[in-house]
């Protein structure tokens, strides 16, 4: 197979991480980005479509003589753009980087990823599902727990839908609000209560061809925007890789009770998948859990986890395409990369788009990933909450994170924001 163009389709920084790392290709592969933001228009055309918009992709793929497309977001692979290219004699032969519909259900649905953890013995939180008309049961649930009390929309509420709540009668309202008042639309008709554990969380990331799997460097993230961890939820405000806590013992925990036992639990239930699978795992007293799949990349993390990736992933993504990943090896960097996300005023809430940004040109030693970011006429502008991720490289993930946070005092916009304390829990 020679890949010789790619279509990477989102607009975040994943997707600028993507094409960053595709773009270091020695097959030298030509770019594409649907979407895309400021960042990625610097290595690849950037399509003016919507990844959601499957006719639209099909439109752009055969103009372009798409070669294959990597999937950044989750929302496309939980629609099933895998199965359109399959079932579209036009697309057939164009690989597509992502799970099929039915495995995209390990993110679309979380009491569908509760029920294929139990089934496959893979650790987690002890948990109950609940719909409307079961509302009182689930009340009746919260009664035998300890709190706090976890309660998660079972569908797509990107990034949001996940509550913990001190208070039962607190907690008792919230189920209300989601499953009657439907609080995050469809997502929360279904409403997955589970006991609360108390540990550090980190990700672990795999690309699997639907055989075998490769680990990728595995990062921690930082998800609230407050110092400290404090205040309201955000798609992430930074990340450090590798996690320092992760040794030797607890990696090999990881693969042999989670890692292991996912892989083959997708070939067991036929659930096809090629592509990245998101691991959210917890440690508690040195055991791993596993709080969530998602069928993608996490962001920020793909910004501190691929640059210390060596290989090259045009390679990689043809090994996986053609269910050859097993003869590849992934090198990995012993450096640490330390990534550092700059938001909006306002952000998780209302925020205003369409300010410039200036000093990007300034930056040396680190890699600036642009997020939510457009040009217009010649200059970057903010276009989103997460505006940009800075990270840095280096032998010490202390020395990674002072560089990061060197070259981000340069960059300046009206009203930005970034947490000054990314890493400082675990270093």
């Excluded at 639907?210 to 205040?231: F, H, N, T, W």
């Excluded at 508690?284 to 996490?298: A, C, H, L, S, T």
């Excluded at 993390?301 to 395409?321: F, G, I, W």
Aim: aromatic share 6%; hydrophobic share 40%.
């Amino acid at each position: 197979m020679s890949t010789k163009k790619i279509l990477v389709i989102g607009s975040g920084g994943r997707e600028h991480a993507f094409c960053w790392k595709l773009s270091q290709s020695p097959q030298h592969p030509q770019l594409f980005a649907a979407p895309g933001n400021a960042g990625t228009a610097r290595v690849a055309s950037n399509l003016p479509i919507d990844g959601g918009d499957f006719e639209a992709v099909k439109a752009a793929v055969l103009l372009h003589e798409i070669d294959m497309v990597l999937v950044g977001p989750e929302a496309p692979l939980v629609d099933g753009i895998h199965d359109y290219f399959l079932n579209d004699t036009a697309l057939q032969s164009v690989p597509v980087i992502g799970p099929q519909k039915a495995a995209a259900a390990l993110e679309g649905s979380k009491d569908f990823a509760k029920a294929f953890m139990q089934r496959h013995n893979i650790p987690t939180a002890k948990h109950a599902t609940f719909t409307g008309e079961t509302l009182e049961d689930g009340k009746a649930f919260l009664a035998t727990m300890t709190p706090p009390y976890v309660l998660k929309a079972d569908g797509l509420a990107a990034g949001k839908g996940v509550l913990i709540i001190k208070d039962r009668k607190e907690a008792e309202a919230a189920l209300t609000a989601m499953l009657i008042d439907q609080k995050f639309g469809s997502a929360s008709a279904k409403v997955v209560i589970e006991e609360f554990l108390d540990g550090v969380e980190l990700s672990c990331f795999v690309l699997t061809d639907g055989r075998s799997g490769k680990l990728l460097p595995m990062a921690k993230d930082y998800k609230r925007i407050g110092e400290g961890d404090i205040g309201l939820n955000t798609g992430g405000m930074g990340a450090v890789s590798p996690v320092p806590f992760v040794d030797e013992a607890f990696q090999q925990k990881i693969m042999s009770r989670i890692v292991t036992p996912t892989l083959e639990g997708l070939q067991k239930d036929s659930l096809p998948y090629k592509g990245f699978i998101f691991i959210g795992l917890i440690n508690v007293k040195g055991d791993p859990y596993v709080i969530e799949y998602n069928v993608r990349m996490g962001d920020p993390e793909t910004e501190a986890v691929l640059p210390r990736v060596q290989s090259d992933l045009v390679a990689l993504l043809e090994a996986t395409a053609k269910e050859k990943l097993a003869e590849e090896t992934i090198a990995i960097s012993p450096n640490a990369a330390c990534t550092v996300m700059a938001v909006s005023g306002g952000y998780p809430e209302a925020y205003e788009k369409g300010i410039p940004i200036s000093g990007l040109e300034t930056v040396t030693d680190a890699v600036v990933f642009h997020a939510g970011t457009t040009e217009q006429q010649g200059t970057v502008v903010t276009n989103g909450g997460r505006v940009l991720a800075v990270t840095g490289v280096a032998p010490t993930a202390q020395e990674a994170l002072a560089t990061a946070y060197k070259q981000m005092g340069k960059i300046s916009f009206d009203k930005s924001y970034y947490r000054t304390d990314i890493g400082k829990d675990i270093l």
